[in-house]
């Protein structure tokens, strides 16, 4: 009889990512267990914090074996849902605080701006419930808004003048419930200073705009202390400048340049007082300027990501994930790829059109039969037959995001060719309705 497997809890476990968790080195050795669905964690319309937790909380007991870890890589509220769980459970893990550092977009700003101030842009909290919350923003036009914490860009909105302001804080108020009421669950378990308990879940941040330069997210890890970067991906936008078109496996910034987005990661990382996780981190790089920008932190890796590095070095960085967790040093990259470049496209549909219904959308029989034409792609549409574009998941408020599709190839020229040809292969249509 061999040593025991490993029990892994992985929140809101699906198909996909399980696939790329088996793909790790040493996956033999685990034991993958789905901890509370995919829909009740990234779209349900409201989250009911203490049900999720406690749901959470009757699998965990029930399990008949040892729990090694939980680990997770989805947004809101998962991210912050995890440092709950692995207290109460004894496991591995940053502590709820920390995570909560990098999280709270306000604080998470405050102490940025004590270590890396240069790279931070100007920003105050903003309670849109005040009667007079417009007025108290002293930023210039324009800037943007969103909540203190959410995800997917949802009530992200760039404001351009006070009528604009206006209308963002009506839609706001309407419906910051969704982060609101499970940010201040989550906020109750933590230790928190006053001045930071006050910037509860129903508040948004208000900052300058710094999104015009080259985006890219670091990929790291903290464990026992050592602060580790071990990859770079380019973030491209659209024609709207706003909503994410594609992310590109390495990044193409110069050398000089990432080196100085990963000593300010290190400097961000350690004031947070991280440890025991993976990271990502978006910087903006503003060429003319020779300057970078701090965009945001998230302590976990990017489910988006994994499929890239998966193609360019062979195995997922959810490998990274799993060492830390089980406390184990993570030896990646791994360079053992058969791609170069691999990229994620987000194939959209700007404007509003919430009326419009998708025709044409291929079966997954269509669908597997694109990807073979298209060798180490991976097709994941978001829409289906009929459905009403307003009724999308993937939305924000400039776009629809209709696929994701994951491709690799040995240069960046051959990645977007590619994708036109599998694009077009595709072939979404859609049908002015009305309603």
């Not at 040593?3 to 892994?8: F, S, Y």
């Not at 901890?35 to 399990?63: H, N, P, T, Y």
């Not at 991280?274 to 003319?288: C, G, I, Q, R």
């Not at 959209?348 to 039969?369: C, E, I, K, Q, T």
Request: glycine share 8%; proline share 6%.
């Amino acid at each position: 009889m061999g040593p025991r497997k490993r029990n892994i809890f992985v929140v809101g476990l699906e198909p996909f990512n399980l696939r790329l968790l088996n793909a790790v080195r040493g996956a033999r050795g685990y034991a993958f267990h789905g901890l509370l669905d995919c829909d009740e964690i990234s779209a349900a319309k409201r989250f009911d914090l203490e049900a999720l937790l406690e749901k959470a909380r009757d699998v965990l007991r029930a399990f008949d074996g040892t729990i090694d870890a939980i680990v997770g890589y989805w947004d809101f509220p998962t991210i912050l849902m995890m440092p709950i769980l692995r207290r109460e459970f004894g496991l591995r893990g940053p502590t709820l605080e920390s995570v909560l550092r990098c999280e709270h977009k306000y604080w998470a700003r405050l102490l940025q701006a004590e270590v890396v101030p240069d790279e931070v842009p100007g920003f105050c909290a903003v309670d849109p419930f005040a009667s007079d919350a417009a007025d108290r923003i002293e930023l210039d036009y324009p800037f943007w808004i969103k909540p203190v914490k959410g995800h997917s860009s949802i009530l992200a909105h760039r404001i351009g003048n006070r009528r604009d302001l206006d209308h963002v804080l009506d839609e706001t108020r309407r419906n910051i419930y969704r982060f609101a009421e499970p940010m201040n669950v989550i906020m109750g378990y933590a230790d928190l200073p006053d001045e930071i308990r006050a910037i509860d879940g129903r508040h948004c941040i208000a900052e300058e705009v710094i999104s015009l330069g080259r985006q890219c997210t670091l990929e790291g890890y903290v464990f026992e202390g050592d602060i580790e970067v071990y990859g770079m991906v380019d973030s491209i936008r659209g024609a709207n400048r706003s909503s994410l078109e594609r992310y590109e496996y390495p990044s193409a910034l110069p050398p000089s340049t990432q080196a100085r987005m990963i000593a300010s990661a290190k400097r961000v990382i350690a004031r947070a007082g991280l440890d025991d996780t993976p990271f990502n981190m978006e910087f903006f790089f503003h060429e003319s300027r020779d300057a970078i920008s701090l965009l945001e932190v998230n302590a976990r890796i990017s489910k988006s990501h994994s499929p890239l590095f998966d193609k360019v070095e062979g195995v997922p960085h959810k490998e990274v994930m799993l060492d830390v967790a089980l406390g184990r040093k993570p030896d990646y990259p791994a360079r053992r790829g058969a791609f170069r470049f691999a990229a994620k496209f987000m194939p959209r549909l700007y404007g509003r059109h919430d009326g419009w219904r998708a025709s044409n959308v291929p079966d997954p029989a269509r669908v597997g039969d694109i990807e073979a034409q298209f060798p180490g792609s991976d097709i994941q549409l978001h829409i289906s037959e009929g459905q009403r574009l307003g009724d999308m998941h993937h939305q924000d408020p400039y776009s629809y995001e209709l696929a994701a599709v994951f491709m690799g190839a040995q240069s960046r020229r051959a990645l977007r060719r590619d994708f036109a040809a599998l694009w077009e292969a595709v072939g979404l249509q859609f049908e002015e309705t009305g309603r």
